[in-house]
């Protein structure tokens, strides 16, 4: 998220001091392509640039096509390009070889764009949600949020439509305000989710210091977390409290609810205890595990960070439903 920001905030720098700047965008991918759907970058009339459409032969030859026409002023309309990443393809070719295929778009961006470049902004800086739609006429921006994350249609080289949901969508609950939450949230927040945490004491000052959450909430206890945390299917949990009897609080408030992920961090020694009293008390092997515990990959993580890249890695995993491709 903090990536794509920068590359609006990059052209509208130039817009705003009348430098010519170019768009470039991938509106479709399939297979290994480098380039992945919502890849993009600028390319301004001073060969500066911003961002990614994959890298190697294949976005060089975007980027000087795009000085190019810089070069020229040229003003003439947007360009949308197929890139096979095989050599026999023929004029679609790439110059890559790590088959696969993307669709690029290049436009130039002129002072009419900067209304809708101010509302991609304000939707990332206000955690609001659209969508940018980007036709053969230029870029757009819609109110409205879309079903699909990525969406492109094409029924002609004049007739085609992309679509992306702009703004935050995931949003990332942690249980617990200390080190390894502290470290969670930073990396969370570079991965575009919306951060909040919760604590049961005040003044903490790992809480403090956590400038990466969008929320923070002190909470008389955390049997109260059902009433603080709306019951969304879409929503990440994550529970690392202070102790043993804090987390099964926490997690016993937060049990019968829906969630995509609910993580439980601890040692697998105290894992198999919880889990044991929760057998005796009754609790069904099916929602046992439906709890990821202990939480995150296993990486023998030590430090704080290495425990926050486990976790991510694991939610990262559930969101893109990597399983799935196998």
Known sequence: MAKHRAVW??????????????????????????????????????????????????????????????????????????????????????????????TAFMHRLTHNDVETINKILNAFDSREQGMLVIDPSGIHFESKIPSRRYAFEKSSEAVWRYEEHIGHRERIHIIGGGHCALALSRLMRMLGFCVYVYED??????????????????????????????????????????GYRTDDIALRALLHRNFKYLGLLGSKKKIEKMFTDYR??????????????????NIKSETPEEIAVSIAAEIIKIKNNADQDR
Not at 210 to 237: R, S, T
Not at 281 to 292: F, P, T
Request: aromatic share 6%.
């Open 9 to 102: 905030n990059f052209i509208l720098d130039n817009l705003s001091v009348q430098t010519p700047v170019m768009l470039l965008y991938v509106l479709h991918s399939a297979g290994s392509s480098p380039g992945r759907q919502g890849y993009f970058m600028a390319v301004n009339a001073r060969n500066e640039m911003m961002g990614s459409i994959g890298g190697g032969m294949m976005e060089h030859k975007f980027v000087e096509l795009a000085k190019e026409r810089l070069s020229k002023d040229d003003l003439a309309e947007a360009i949308i390009k197929k890139q096979v990443h095989d050599k026999s393809a023929g004029k679609e070719q790439s110059g890559m070889i790590c088959s696969g295929e993307q």
């Open 201 to 242: 004491r005040p003044g903490l000052n790992t809480l403090e210091q956590n400038e990466w959450a969008d929320k923070k909430i002190i909470v008389d206890g955390y049997e109260g977390l059902a009433k603080e945390i709306d019951n969304v299917p879409e929503d990440y949990i994550v529970i690392m409290t202070f």
């Open 280 to 297: 005796v008390e009754g609790w069904s092997e099916q929602k046992l595990a439906s709890i990821h515990a202990p939480v995150g990959l």
